[in-house]
């Protein structure tokens, strides 16, 4: 049985062993053109949550403090009811909604959002993107006026990588999908090329890198404008791949002019003369690539770093060439397909109520959502819908955000896990598992370093009475149409009538044929289809990235704006800061976060394969911080920030930069009511108790989850 992992953006290729209902051994699959076999150790969580005996099958309705079990046509029906009932009294943005990371992983979620959100007819609209990657949403959309075509690093045919805020040999890899990194980097190190990594962590991915530099979290700003500013200001640019298209860089050039290596050392921590050779080196390359991801991103310039390593990239001539950044060219072309339809989004379309944060591209933040409850007035939310969301652990202040949460008139998830957040909702709507029904990565493959396609069918038939995610968010937007006056008519009835009949593998049917590589709906032509990609289960190599901006760019006159004015707004903040008097040395540290690779945020602790083995979730510090203080390698630490306080084992690791101090997320699992044994068993505390939800990204009000203040003193051990 050939299946595709889709528990993160790796998408490795897998075979699995199935038996009736039975699942066997989970393998990478050799024959998959990109992952070529590559797994890790969280595959066969894949097995274990299939078989875990507290996964959700029923619908569930809170009656007081307990559960009951009920059927689907009954939970469907209250759902929508109760949402429609706070609608039609308080108006449609009483009732928000949170869409979690798997839902990015699941077609039939990103398909079924489009009639539900149509239904739901809410400006409160949050997600897992505003935690994590909506800086590079907001970079695109300036760059290239599409806030889904986000360049990806050439991994495969680049002699110099320069990556920042990101661990790709544990994470996976984000918004690149390099699955076997590893493997990848010792390809580019045996071709004669450079991996050079800036992380405040020796990070297991800056542990194979030629260079490791220590960057202070939140310095990344500075780095990339003062590596931009040599460039230009030595003219080390290159008239190459997409680098014609930029405009007004002398107006950049001017921007960035306070931001010179010399200006900035003192309060980077990077000597200017190695900020300067950096530059040098990688305007020099044959070819070359800068990358940030979450670390650069949840930051509290988290756009302008993102804008500035594509802006690096552009002007050495490494912007839509090979080896440098380029656009995928995937056989569902989602990004095509919302550019059709509603053009390349929009950056800042609202403010929140009660705040004034921005929000992007129709959504608010989600550290925002916790105020939008608590705060009386016109347009209070009263109800949530989440759909594979935990943001309780997810979100900053998450000890607030749950008192906010359990606080709702009507709370309905969709997830098959009471957890730390379902453990409030009113109605719990559990779907079938990833091995119970079928899927495509069709956002995973638009952001692949190399073309392929792979069709996920499912490894064993759902329980008769099982739903899917797509069935759930369909049932409900057509119940919810048909309660609300206004929802039918914005989705139009005959829509909403032919909604049963699809399903999310007619959907992908249709956008094979309507992709780059599809025979366009007129069939004497020939071009791949779904039936291709069922006669080929390991999935079908579409070749190397290729130049492709000319296809997908959508700003005006296919120019690039260098000098947009988001980005002025921030250089001007940023060199305020680096005018202003630098902060007192205190007693504080700075916390950043961790992956592990046997976890996955918030949720697969409950399988065996993420808690066995050694404490995971323990505070990283540098033996010279902790002597300062006088703790002890093992010893329990009080950590505390401006909202809360957690205690915490403590690890001492010299892969830590002195002065930062790191603790994993998605961990805390306690509170009455959870159905969760394992993760119970091992339950960490939540990191996001301590992150402060006022600090948000500079332009579209991202989460900074990282760089936040904290002191840290002993606790005298439980039992004296
Ligand atoms: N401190 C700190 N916090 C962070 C981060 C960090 O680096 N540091 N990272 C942030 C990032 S990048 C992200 S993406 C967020 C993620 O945070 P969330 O969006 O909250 O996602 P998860 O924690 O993965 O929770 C996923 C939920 O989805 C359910 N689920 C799994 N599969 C399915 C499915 O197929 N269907 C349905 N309906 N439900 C499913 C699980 O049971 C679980 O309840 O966390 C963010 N939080
Ligand atoms: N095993 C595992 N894999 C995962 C996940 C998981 O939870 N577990 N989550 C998935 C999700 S949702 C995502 S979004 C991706 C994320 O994928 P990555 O972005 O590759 O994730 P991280 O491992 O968090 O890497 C972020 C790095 O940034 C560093 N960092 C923190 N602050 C700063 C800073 O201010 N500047 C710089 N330069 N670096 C900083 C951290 O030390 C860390 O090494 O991973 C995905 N894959
Ligand atoms: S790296 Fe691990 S979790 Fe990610 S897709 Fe591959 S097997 Fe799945
Ligand atoms: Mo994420």
Not at 25 to 47: V, Y
Not at 211 to 235: M, N, S, Y
Not at 406 to 429: K, P, Q, W
Not at 498 to 517: D, E, I, T
Request: charged share 25%; hydrophobic share 40%; with cysteine.
């Amino acid at each position: 049985m050939h299946k595709t992992c889709n528990l993160c953006e790796a998408m490795c290729g897998l075979r699995i062993e199935v038996q009736g209902r039975r699942i066997g051994r989970i393998e990478g699959d050799p024959d998959d053109p990109i992952s070529k076999g590559a797994i890790c150790p969280k595959a066969i969580a894949l097995k274990q949550v299939q078989e875990d005996p507290d996964r959700l099958r029923r619908p569930l309705r809170r009656r007081g403090r307990d559960w009951q079990e009920i059927g689907w046509d009954e939970a469907l029906a209250e759902a929508a009811e109760r949402i429609a009932a706070i609608q039609g009294r308080d108006g449609d943005d009483a009732v928000a909604s949170y869409l979690g990371n798997p839902g990015a992983h699941n077609l039939g979620i990103l398909l079924g959002l489009v009639p539900f959100n149509g239904a739901l007819g809410t400006a409160n609209k949050y997600s897992a993107s505003s935690l994590d990657q909506n800086p590079k949403h907001a970079s695109s959309l300036m760059l290239f006026g599409h806030w889904l075509q986000i360049p990806i690093p050439d991994v495969d045919h680049t002699g110099f990588l320069l990556m920042l805020g990101a661990n790709p040999v544990v994470s996976g890899g984000s918004l690149m999908t390099a699955p076997g990194f590893r493997k990848r980097i010792e390809a580019l190190q045996a071709r004669g090329g450079q991996l050079v990594v800036v992380d405040p962590r020796r990070s297991e991915t800056a542990r194979l890198a030629d260079r490791h530099l220590f960057i202070r979290p939140g310095a990344d700003g500075l780095l990339l404008a003062a590596l931009v500013q040599t460039v230009l200001h030595e003219k080390l640019t290159r008239e190459r791949g997409a680098a014609w298209r930029g405009i007004h860089a002398e107006e950049l050039a001017r921007l960035l002019a306070p931001f010179a290596p010399a200006r900035v050392e003192d309060r980077l921590g990077i000597p200017a003369a190695e900020v300067r050779a950096l530059a040098r080196t990688f305007a020099a390359a044959p070819a070359a690539v800068c990358y940030g991801r979450t670390g650069t991103s949840q930051h509290p310039y988290g756009t302008l770093c993102s804008w500035l390593a594509d802006v690096l990239n552009l002007l050495t001539g490494n912007l839509d060439h090979v080896g440098g950044a380029m656009f995928t060219t995937p056989a569902a072309d989602f990004a095509g397909l919302i550019a059709m339809r509603s053009g390349g989004g929009e950056l800042i379309t609202g403010r929140t109520r009660v705040r004034g944060a921005p929000c992007f591209n129709g959504e608010s933040p989600t550290p925002c959502l916790a105020e939008e409850i608590e705060t009386p007035g016109p347009g209070q939310v009263r109800g949530l819908v989440t759909v594979a969301g935990n943001p309780v652990l997810s979100a900053p202040n998450g000890a607030a955000l749950e008192r906010a949460i359990a606080g709702l008139e009507c709370y309905v998830a969709i997830d098959f896990y009471v957890n730390e957040t379902t453990r409030h909702a009113d109605l719990i709507l559990p779907p079938s598992w990833s091995l119970e029904h079928d899927n495509y990565e069709a956002l995973f493959h638009g952001f692949a370093v190399r073309n392929t396609a792979r069709y996920s069918p499912a490894a064993i038939r759902a329980d008769p009475g099982q739903r899917e995610d797509f069935e759930i968010l369909v049932e409900l937007a057509l119940r919810l149409g048909q309660r609300k006056a206004r929802g039918p008519r914005r989705l139009g009835w005959r829509a909403l009538r032919a909604l049963p009949s699809v399903s999310p593998r007619r959907l992908l049917k249709w956008m094979l044929r309507a992709g780059p590589y599809g025979d366009g709906f007129r069939p004497w032509r020939g071009g791949l289809s779904l039936a291709d990609l069922e006669a080929r289960p390991s999935g079908i190599d579409l070749g190397a990235l290729a130049p492709r901006l000319n296809e997908v760019i959508l700003s005006e006159g296919g120019r690039i704006d260098l000098a947009p004015l988001p980005i002025q707004e921030e250089l001007a903040r940023l060199n305020e800061e680096l005018e202003a008097d630098p902060d007192p040395p205190g007693d504080e540290l700075a916390l950043i976060g961790r992956r592990d690779l046997r976890t996955c945020n918030s949720w697969l602790h409950n399988t065996r394969v993420c808690t066995q083995g050694l404490e995971r979730c323990t505070l990283l510090m540098h033996p010279d911080d902790a002597s300062r203080r006088g703790l002890e390698d093992g010893g329990r630490v009080r950590i505390r920030s401006r909202v809360a306080e957690v205690l915490a084992p403590l690890e001492l690791s010299e892969d830590l930069m002195p002065g930062v101090v790191s603790l994993p997320h998605g961990w805390g699992h306690r509170g009455p009511g959870l159905r969760m044994a394992v993760a119970e068993a091992h339950p960490g505390v939540s990191c996001n108790d301590l992150v402060d939800d006022r600090v948000l990204e500079g332009v579209v009000g991202n989460a900074v989850f990282n760089g936040v203040p904290v002191t840290v003193e002993a606790v005298p051990p439980v039992d004296s």
